[in-house]
C-alpha cells in the first residue's frame, strides 16, 4: 500500500506541478498571448462542451474515422495482394518507394482541385496520403512468412478465404498493427492539416480561424481539443492493439523469458 | 582445398544468379514507372483526366528540369532542409540526455511518465496556430513545430537504447577505471548507436513532413509555400513539379541514411540480413 501511494505521487508530482504553474502563472496575465488557464478552460468548455461539439468536432472526427478506415483498408488489402505475389512487388516497389516519400499535406493543393471544399477531399487527403505505413507493413509481415507455413496451407487445402484469415494475416498482424499506428498518426495529422488548408468547419478550420482573428484563448481552447483528439484516438487504438495481438505478446513474453 | 573451391564457386554462381534476378526485377519497376507516366501523358493529353486538376505527365517533368537549374528551387530547397536540420539537432541534444535519464533512471522514467505520455500523441501541427501567434511565419515557428514533431520518435528510440546498456560492461568499465572516453566510445556508442539511427531515420521524415506543412498554412518560406504559390496562380505544372521535388527530397534524406548506416552500423546483425 505505501509503495503503492508513492508509485502514484512519482507519477503525479510533475503533471501536477506542471499544471499548478500554468494556473497561477497565467492567473493575472495581462499577455495577450498567454491567457489566464482559467480563461482558456472556461472558452474551452464554453465552445467545445457545447453547440460546437456537434457542429465542428463530430464532423472532424467522422471524416477522420472514414479516412482512416479506407487507409487501413486498402493498405492492408492491397499489402496483402502484394506481398504475395514476387512479381508484383517488384514491378510497384519503386512506385509505392517514390510515393510515400512525398510528404502527404504536400498533396493538399491535388485533393483540393479534384474534390473542392468538402468531406470528400479531407478524406480523400487521409486515404491518399496516410495508406503508406499500412502498405508497406502489411507487405512486408506477408513477405517475412516462413515459406514452409505456405506450404502447409497448400497441402492442407485450405480454403483462400481461411488461408488469409486464419494464418496469412494473423502471423503479419504484429507488424501489421505496428503500420496502422503510423497509419493513425499520419490520418489524425491530416485531418488537421487538411481542415486549416480549405474547410469551412471543423476543429482545424477553428483554430486556425481563431489564430487569424487574433482569438486568442479560442485558438489555445481549440489546441486542447486537437491535442485530446489525437491522445483519445492513440488510446482507444493501443487497446484493440492490445487486444488483437494478446497472443503474440503472450508468446513474445515466454519466449523472452526462456 | 578442392572443397572450398567447389563453395567458392558454388557461391560466385549463386550470387550471379541472384544478380540477375535483382536486375529482372528493376527492370520490372522501371518498367510501371514508365508505364504509368505514359498513361497519364496519354489520359492527360486525350483529356480523360480532368484538365483543371492534371497538367500532362510531359510538362510537369520538363518545368522540373527547369527547375533544377533555377535559383528559387535551391532557396526553396534549402529553406526546408535548413529548418528541418536545425530542428533536428536541437531534438539530438534534447532527446538524447532526457532519453538517457529515462532509461536508466527509475526515478525519472516514472516521474515523466504521465506528462511524456500524454504530450507524444498530440500531433505536431495542432500547434501550428498557436506557434502562428507567437513568432508569424518565420524560421523560428518551423524549427519549433519541428522539433516538437521529431522529439518524440527519437527520445524513444534513445530510452530503449539505454535501457539495451549492459550493466555488468558498465560496472566492468568502473572496476578497469576505463577512461569517460573511453567508456562512451566501447560500450555507450555501439549500444545506442542503432537505436539512435532508427529514431534518427523516423525523426528526419516526420522533420520534413512538419517543415512542409508549416510553409504550406503558415507561409513560411520553403518548399510548401512555392507550392501554394503555385496553386494560387493556378500554375499545376509548377505545383506538381514541387510535390514530385518534395518527394525526391524524402528519397534523397532516405538515400544518405542508408549510405551512412552501411559504414556506421556494418557490424550490427541488422545490416547482414540486407543480403537475402
Redesign the interface.
Known amino acids: 500500500m505505501r509503495t503503492l501511494f508513492k508509485?502514484m505521487g512519482?507519477?503525479?508530482?510533475?503533471?501536477i506541478t506542471?499544471l499548478l504553474a500554468w494556473w497561477f502563472g497565467s492567473a493575472n496575465s495581462t499577455s495577450i498571448?498567454f491567457p489566464p488557464l482559467e480563461l482558456i478552460l472556461e472558452t474551452f468548455a464554453r465552445d467545445w462542451l457545447g453547440p460546437r461539439f456537434v457542429t465542428d468536432a463530430l464532423p472532424s472526427i467522422g471524416k477522420f474515422l472514414v479516412g482512416f478506415g479506407i487507409a487501413a483498408a486498402g493498405g492492408v488489402f492491397l499489402g496483402m495482394l502484394i506481398g504475395l505475389s514476387r512479381?508484383l512487388n517488384?514491378?510497384?516497389?519503386?512506385?509505392i518507394?517514390?510515393?510515400r516519400?512525398?510528404?502527404?499535406?504536400?498533396?493538399?493543393?491535388?485533393a483540393?482541385?479534384?474534390f473542392g471544399i468538402g468531406a470528400s477531399m479531407n478524406i480523400a487527403v487521409i486515404a491518399l496520403g496516410a495508406i503508406w505505413p499500412a502498405l508497406l507493413n502489411t507487405i512486408d509481415g506477408v513477405r517475412a512468412l516462413d515459406l514452409q507455413v505456405i506450404d502447409m496451407t497448400k497441402s492442407y487445402r485450405l480454403s483462400p478465404a481461411k488461408r488469409i484469415f486464419k494464418v496469412l494475416l494473423p502471423a503479419a498482424s504484429p507488424q501489421i498493427f505496428a503500420g496502422l499506428r503510423v497509419t493513425l498518426?499520419m490520418s489524425?495529422?491530416l485531418i488537421?492539416?487538411s481542415e486549416?488548408?480549405a474547410s469551412t468547419s471543423g476543429i482545424g478550420f477553428y483554430?486556425?480561424n481563431?489564430?487569424q482573428l487574433?482569438a486568442?484563448p479560442e485558438?489555445?481552447a481549440?489546441?486542447i481539443v486537437?491535442?485530446l483528439l489525437?491522445?483519445v484516438?492513440?488510446?482507444v487504438f493501443v487497446l484493440i492493439e492490445r487486444r488483437v495481438l494478446a497472443w503474440h505478446r503472450g508468446m513474445y513474453n515466454s519466449l523472452e523469458k526462456a | 582445398m578442392s572443397a572450398s573451391a567447389f563453395g567458392f564457386s558454388l557461391g560466385k554462381a549463386v550470387s550471379s544468379q541472384r544478380r540477375r534476378a535483382r536486375f529482372a526485377e528493376s527492370m520490372w519497376g522501371l518498367g510501371t514507372v514508365v508505364f504509368v507516366l505514359l498513361l497519364w501523358e496519354i489520359l492527360s493529353r486525350t483529356g480523360m483526366l480532368p484538365t483543371i486538376a492534371f497538367p500532362s505527365a510531359s510538362d510537369v517533368l520538363l518545368r522540373l528540369v527547369s527547375l533544377l537549374a533555377s535559383a528559387t528551387f535551391w532557396t526553396a530547397v534549402g529553406n526546408t532542409l535548413s529548418a528541418a536540420a536545425i530542428g533536428l539537432v536541437i531534438v539530438l541534444v534534447i532527446g538524447l540526455p532526457f532519453g538517457m535519464a529515462i532509461g536508466r533512471s527509475r526515478w525519472v522514467e516514472r516521474s515523466t511518465l504521465l506528462t511524456f505520455e500524454f504530450l507524444k500523441p498530440i500531433p505536431p501541427v495542432a500547434l501550428l496556430p498557436l506557434v502562428l501567434l507567437f513568432w508569424g511565419p518565420s524560421l523560428t515557428m518551423k524549427v519549433f513545430l519541428v522539433t516538437m514533431g521529431a522529439l518524440w520518435p527519437f527520445m524513444v528510440q534513445v530510452v530503449y537504447g539505454a535501457r539495451e546498456l549492459d550493466s555488468t560492461q558498465l560496472d566492468l568499465a568502473r572496476s578497469y577505471r576505463l577512461s569517460r572516453w573511453r567508456t562512451i566510445r566501447q560500450i555507450f556508442l555501439p549500444t545506442l548507436l542503432p537505436f539512435g539511427m532508427t529514431g534518427m531515420r523516423v525523426a528526419a521524415s516526420i522533420a520534413v513532413i512538419v517543415a512542409v506543412v508549416a510553409e504550406l498554412i503558415g507561409g513560411a518560406t520553403g518548399m510548401g509555400q512555392e507550392i501554394a504559390m503555385a496553386q494560387n496562380s493556378a500554375d499545376l505544372p509548377t505545383m506538381y513539379a514541387y510535390i514530385f521535388a518534395t518527394g525526391l527530397l524524402g528519397l534523397a534524406i532516405n538515400g544518405v541514411f542508408n549510405l551512412i548506416s552501411k559504414p556506421l552500423l556494418f557490424w550490427h546483425p541488422s545490416q547482414r540480413t540486407k543480403e537475402h
Open positions: 508509485d512519482l507519477l503525479l508530482w510533475l503533471p506542471i498571448y512479381r517488384a514491378a510497384l516497389d519503386p512506385l518507394q517514390f510515393l516519400a512525398i510528404p502527404p499535406p504536400a498533396i493538399l493543393p491535388i483540393l482541385l479534384l498518426q489524425i495529422i488537421v492539416v486549416m488548408f483554430v486556425l481563431s489564430q487574433f486568442v485558438t489555445w481549440g489546441t486537437l491535442g489525437g491522445y484516438a492513440t488510446l
